[in-house]
């Protein structure tokens, strides 16, 4: 480990320009900030070696959490202390966490995010918003998804904000990205997997009447925030399903819609 780096450190600097998406595509890499990402990074890396490269931290981190720097150490991970001001420059929060690793990207192609013979699968297309994409990643990754794909003009899930809600659950299932919605779609029925478009004008209602349903392999297509799915994706799917709203609002948002519908399909499959 070397002495105590700050802000205009060479390596604090290139790991600094990794929070603009353009120079993560360049180098493959994103930083991946906070305590327990970080551990969960470190898990990853001892399960495939090599994936995380640096490790900053400061002195408050270090002493909390000693395990990190013993962890990273012994996988041969480059560790530094940094000063308060460097590590806030590797943050785009306004309360740096004071630890940040540097990884290497996550996502995978299509065909390896659905080798095997999938069982459920999030498909969020369009979808913009950073922390709705990583929040529904975690929660995906909490239903027992075996692998999430952000189709057409997504948000890059290697977005700070991205990853920061997605608390870690980006390591723990494959990740595909890919601007073609309908390469998506034939990619899921290849493999078999009956295809659900999340609508509020859906015809099949997400109640017990659709557990048949459900217990399919499936994969669910989850529109953006806004506008959800577009007309023409939704036709693609084999059914449009309604989550039922018995109160007044209007509608759910993504993430808790995602939550309902995953969950459901997880009670028909478990």
Known sequence: MTGTLTERTPRVAAARKLLRRAARVEAGRFLVEGVRPVHEALTWAD????????????DAVADRDPT??????????RVARVTEKAAAGLSDTVSPQGVVAVCSTVAVGLDAA?????????????????GNAGTVIRTSDAAGADAVV?????????????VRSTMGSLFHLPLAVSRDVDAVVTALRERGLTL????????????????????????????SEAHGL???????????????????????NLATAAAVCLYASARAHH
């Open 47 to 58: 399960e495939q070696p090599g994936r995380v490269h640096d490790l900053f931290l400061t």
């Open 230 to 252: 577009d007309d023409r994706t939704a036709a693609l799917a084999d059914h449009r399903v309604r989550v039922p709203i018995h109160g007044r609002a209007e509608s759910l």
């Open 114 to 130: 659905l080798a095997g013979t999938p069982r459920l699968v999030t498909v969020l297309v369009g979808v913009a918003d950073p």
């Open 196 to 223: 659900l478009a999340a609508a509020g004008d859906g015809e099949t209602v997400l109640d017990a009447s659709a557990d048949a349903l459900l217990a399919e392999p499936t994969a669910w297509l989850l529109g």
């Open 150 to 162: 952000l189709a057409g003009d997504a948000v890059d899930p290697h977005n700070g904000k991205c």
């Open 68 to 77: 990190l720097e013993d962890r990273a150490t012994a996988l041969g991970v």
